[in-house]
């Protein structure tokens, strides 16, 4: 059974750091391209980042802006078939749950994923 699982959220200060996990399991993980994504309250689902399967690429979708461009950072780590989320100089529009996704496939995208984990969520305060 493949699991997402996504930790390293919390309340968090405006300007602050976070830096949000998603540890992988039951697939291989540097097969998969991994994105996170994040949904805020009352609003649609959007991709964030995307980091290809050897960690060479990452792209930001494009709801992304300059400003969030600036503060958020993809990584990965396959011999720990985990993936991870900084963001960093956190403020209130930042708060959401934030999701993992992987799909196995060799490009990033932001359309239909395979597997989805269960969110963590992000809240800050001003």
């Known amino acids: 059974e493949v699991q997402l699982v996504e930790s390293g959220g919390g309340l968090v200060q405006a300007g602050g750091s976070l830096r949000l996990s998603c540890a992988a399991s039951?697939?291989?993980?540097?097969?998969?391209?991994i994105s996170w994504f994040r949904q805020a309250p009352g609003k649609e689902r959007e991709g964030v980042l995307c980091i290809s399967r050897t960690g060479d690429k990452t792209f930001y979708s494009d709801f992304m802006t300059d400003s969030m461009k600036g503060r958020f950072t993809i990584s990965r780590d396959n011999a720990k078939n985990t993936a991870y989320l900084q963001l960093n100089s956190v403020k209130p529009e930042d708060a959401a749950i934030y999701y993992c996704?992987?799909?196995?496939?060799?490009?990033?995208?932001?359309?239909?994923?395979?597997?989805w984990g269960q969110g963590t969520q992000v809240t800050v305060s001003s």
């Open positions: 996704a992987a799909d196995l496939g060799s490009h990033c995208h932001w359309q239909s994923y395979d597997h």
């Open positions: 039951g697939l291989t993980f540097d097969r998969y391209v």
